[in-house]
Nanobody, 129 residues
Framework: QLQVAESGGGLVQPGGSLRLSCAASGSTLDYYAIAWFRQAPGKEREGVSC????????NYADSVRGRFTISRDNAKNTVYLQMNSLKPEDTAVYYC??????????????????????WGQGTQVTVSS
C-alpha cells in the first residue's frame, strides 16, 4: 500500500529558499499524480502545485507560480518542491498527496484536496524574519 512522507521544512527568512521532499514507499509513484497542499492556522487547506504521473504536466497556484518548482525523480521514488523567494504568507504546514491515475489521466493533475487518496503527515514551513 502506498505511503508518502514529507521532509525538508523549517524556518527561513523572507526571500530564502527551501526544498521539500515527498518520499514514497510501498508502491512506485509511476502511476500516481502528486500534489502539494498547504494549510495555515485558521485557514482552509489550499493547493500549491501538482505534477502528473508521467512528469509531463504540472500546475501551480497563482500565488506561487514563478517561485516554486515541482519535479519528480522516479529512480528515487520521490517528488520535490523547490521553493524560492519565500514570503511570510507561505508559512503553513505543507502536505504531500498522491492520486492513482489511469492511462487517460497520466498527462495532467488537479489541485483539489478531494481528488487525492494518500496523504503524508505534513512538514512545517515558517517564513519569518
Amino acid at each position: 500500500q502506498l505511503q508518502v512522507a514529507e521532509s525538508g521544512g523549517g524556518l527561513v527568512q523572507p526571500g530564502g529558499s527551501l526544498r521539500l521532499s515527498c518520499a514514497a514507499s510501498g508502491s512506485t509513484l509511476d502511476y500516481y499524480a502528486i500534489a502539494w497542499f498547504r494549510q495555515a492556522p485558521g485557514k482552509e487547506r489550499e493547493g500549491v502545485s501538482c505534477i502528473s504521473s508521467n512528469g509531463g504536466g504540472a500546475n501551480y497556484a497563482d500565488s506561487v507560480r514563478g517561485r516554486f518548482t515541482i519535479s519528480r525523480d522516479n529512480a528515487k521514488n520521490t517528488v520535490y518542491l523547490q521553493m524560492n523567494s519565500l514570503k511570510p504568507e507561505d508559512t503553513a504546514v505543507y502536505y504531500c498527496a498522491a492520486r492513482n491515475v489511469v492511462v487517460s489521466q497520466r498527462w495532467g493533475c488537479p489541485i483539489a484536496t478531494t481528488r487525492y487518496d494518500y496523504w503524508g503527515q505534513g512538514t512545517q514551513v515558517t517564513v519569518s524574519s
